[in-house]
């Protein structure tokens, strides 16, 4: 069966640290993978997509950034966090190719002092 | 680009009460999803709707796709406490992401 996880569950960082959050998929081969954030109370807010290695689509400008470095792997990064940027990050996946559920992570809530 | 609106954003309701939410898109879908977040926790797929004018039962929820398929409701009937939680539906035009609705949080007074 497929699983899904990130880490770390939670972060506290101060303004201006870099940041680096990471999840990774099992049990299933060349997803889609998705990166969201969710600030408190709200909705969901798709950051970037990625149908395959090293292809990644950017749906927000931020000073964020994502990346695939390996097929079931995805990583968001910052070089500078904004106090803006606290939230709870959610990685998901689906099947490559269709438009069929889509399996959330655990998330990570990040909050930025 | 494609808008997903969801109405309420918060309902009270008292358990046993009826609960509906209602999705609206600004664009014609091919599909739409709904999730349940419970508190602290992650979105769970719940279900999808294809077809137009589509209706599907989960136990005490009914889901339903409008005839345009532009819009879709969620209704739960005689609301329990483990019904808490935030509703999302999320739009599909075809492309390989969603777009969700912001979500509707239900509470629930026993």
């Known amino acids: 069966s497929q699983t899904i996880h990130q880490w770390p569950a939670t972060l506290v960082q101060p303004v201006g640290s870099p940041l680096s959050l990471e999840c990774t998929v099992e049990?299933?081969?060349?997803?889609?993978l998705y990166w969201y954030r969710q600030a408190a109370g709200r909705g969901l807010q798709l950051l970037f997509y990625s149908v395959g290695i090293g292809q990644i689509s950017s749906e927000v400008p931020q000073n964020l950034s994502a990346s695939r470095p390996q097929d079931r792997q995805f990583i968001l990064s910052s070089k500078k966090l904004l106090l803006s940027d606290s939230g709870f990050y959610l990685c998901?996946?689906?099947?490559?190719?269709?438009?069929?559920?889509?399996?959330f992570g655990p998330g990570t809530r990040l909050t930025v002092l | 680009g494609q808008q997903v609106m969801q109405i309420p954003q918060y309902q009270h309701v008292q358990e046993g009460e009826d609960f509906t939410t209602y999705c609206n898109s600004s664009t014609t879908l091919s599909n739409i999803q709904w999730y349940k977040q419970r508190p602290g926790g992650h979105p769970v797929f719940l279900i999808q709707?294809?077809?137009?004018?589509e209706v599907k039962k989960q136990k005490r929820l009914t889901f339903q796709f409008g005839e345009a398929k532009k819009n879709s409701s969620l209704h739960i009937t005689a609301t329990q406490t483990t019904d808490v939680g935030t509703y999302f539906c999320?739009?599909?035009?075809?492309?390989?992401?969603?777009?969700f609705g912001q979500g509707t949080r239900l509470t629930i007074n026993p």
């Open positions: 049990g299933t081969s060349n997803p889609n």
């Open positions: 998901a996946w689906s099947v490559s190719g269709t438009t069929d559920t889509q399996y």
């Open positions: 709707l294809v077809k137009s004018g």
């Open positions: 999320a739009g599909n035009q075809g492309a390989q992401k969603l777009v």
